[in-house]
């Protein structure tokens, strides 16, 4: 045998061995997310598979889905098991809608790591609205999820545009900072009365852009986030707070979303992860100026 023939078998005899060692590898487990939520959880998530994929992170996301819906309701819906959802899921990228499904469908469909709940827009800053519904909605989650160690996140929305029409705004005299500090005192203590130990600080990345140049120019009419940058830096908020990594030159963005635009909406998201319940100003935002350890997102959360 020559030393070419000598090799060919040697390179052979190698790939028998360790190409089954390889093949059998188990692949990372995906992450599994499930909103309960309405319009406000289908804007943060919007982007949140993309970001994940971009940075090669396996994720399986799901929205349980209807307009304006309370927990309120949501706790209806899940005693009288109601088929009032649209199920809005994400595995790995590909996009699936399935309507007429109870939350129970939605909640036994996956072994969900994280449940996360949300009051609707307009009363998220009043926190007796939060009761009784969401302490049974969690003992509802717990009795029936299939991961016995499932975890709960809070949604912390954002406040209103300051122009907006929305008749719930009524409810903070109609003034922007009003409305952000009532959501965040109330996601605050209602996080803490209910042992809820993740909260996911949307509002807060929506205010910190609104202090940039970009200003109060994140909403398509007047509270839901505009399609591009209002939804990025929700989804990018999610994104921080669920896979404690930095989204800061995360390898996606949207198209019709500039690099500066996107970049502002990383920190700002960044900025709310780092710091949940008060506003980081962007007025000044200067890329070259940023320190560098406002790049790497410290151990806020432990799951």
Same mark, same amino acid.
């Given at each position: 045998?020559?030393? +070419?023939?000598?090799?060919?078998?040697? #390179?052979?005899?190698?790939? !028998?061995?360790?190409?089954?060692?390889?093949?059998?590898?188990?692949?990372?487990?995906?992450?599994? @997310?499930?909103?309960?939520?309405?319009?406000?959880?289908?804007?943060?998530?919007? $982007?949140?598979?993309?970001?994940?994929?971009?940075?090669?992170?396996?994720? !399986?996301?799901?929205?349980?889905?209807?307009?304006?819906?309370?927990?309120?309701?949501?706790?209806?819906?899940?005693?009288?098991?109601?088929?009032?959802?649209?199920?809005?899921?994400?595995?790995?990228? &590909?996009?699936?809608?399935?309507? %007429? +499904?109870?939350?129970?469908?939605?909640?036994?469909?996956?072994?969900?790591?994280? !449940? &996360?709940?949300?009051?609707?827009?307009?009363?998220?800053?009043?926190?007796?609205? $939060?009761?009784?519904?969401? *302490?049974?909605?969690?003992?509802?989650?717990?009795? %029936?999820?299939?991961?016995?160690? &499932? +975890?709960?996140?809070? %949604?912390?929305?954002?406040?209103?545009?300051?122009?907006?029409?929305?008749?719930?705004?009524?409810? $903070?005299?109609?003034?922007?900072?009003?409305?952000?500090?009532? @959501?965040?005192?109330?996601?605050?203590?209602?996080?803490?009365?209910?042992?809820?130990?993740?909260?996911?600080?949307?509002?807060?990345?929506?205010?910190?852009?609104?202090?940039?140049?970009?200003?109060?120019?994140?909403?398509?009419?007047?509270?839901?986030?505009?399609?591009?940058?209002?939804?990025?830096?929700?989804?990018? #908020?999610?994104?921080?707070?669920?896979?404690?990594?930095?989204?800061?030159? &995360?390898?996606?963005?949207?198209?019709?979303?500039?690099?500066?635009?996107?970049? @502002?909406?990383?920190?700002?998201?960044?900025?709310?992860?780092?710091? *949940? =319940?008060?506003?980081?100003?962007?007025?000044? =935002?200067?890329?070259?100026?940023?320190?560098?350890?406002?790049? !790497?997102? *410290?151990?806020?959360?432990?799951?």
């Amino acid at each position: 045998m020559n030393k +070419k023939t000598n090799f060919l078998l040697f #390179t052979a005899f190698l790939l !028998i061995v360790f190409l089954p060692l390889n093949a059998a590898k188990p692949q990372k487990e995906p992450l599994k @997310i499930l909103a309960i939520g309405n319009s406000f959880s289908d804007d943060a998530v919007e $982007y949140l598979d993309e970001l994940a994929l971009a940075d090669s992170i396996p994720l !399986i996301v799901g929205n349980l889905y209807i307009g304006g819906c309370s927990l309120e309701r949501h706790w209806k819906n899940a005693t009288e098991q109601l088929a009032d959802y649209s199920y809005r899921k994400s595995n790995l990228g &590909v996009f699936t809608n399935q309507d %007429h +499904k109870t939350l129970l469908d939605g909640l036994l469909d996956e072994n969900w790591d994280f !449940i &996360v709940v949300q009051q609707v827009s307009q009363l998220s800053g009043k926190y007796d609205t $939060y009761f009784p519904y969401l *302490p049974n909605l969690m003992k509802f989650v717990k009795a %029936h999820a299939k991961n016995p160690k &499932v +975890k709960f996140a809070l %949604h912390q929305v954002w406040a209103y545009a300051q122009n907006s029409t929305h008749e719930g705004f009524a409810n $903070y005299d109609r003034d922007q900072m009003k409305m952000y500090l009532a @959501i965040t005192e109330t996601v605050k203590k209602v996080a803490a009365t209910t042992e809820i130990k993740i909260i996911i600080p949307s509002g807060t990345a929506i205010q910190n852009c609104r202090t940039s140049e970009i200003g109060d120019h994140l909403n398509r009419d007047g509270y839901h986030l505009d399609l591009l940058t209002g939804r990025y830096i929700a989804s990018c #908020t999610w994104f921080e707070t669920f896979f404690h990594k930095s989204c800061i030159g &995360v390898g996606f963005k949207p198209a019709g979303v500039t690099d500066r635009q996107a970049t @502002i909406a990383q920190y700002a998201a960044h900025y709310a992860v780092r710091r *949940p =319940f008060e506003i980081t100003s962007m007025a000044d =935002f200067a890329f070259s100026f940023l320190p560098i350890s406002d790049k !790497i997102i *410290p151990e806020i959360l432990v799951y």
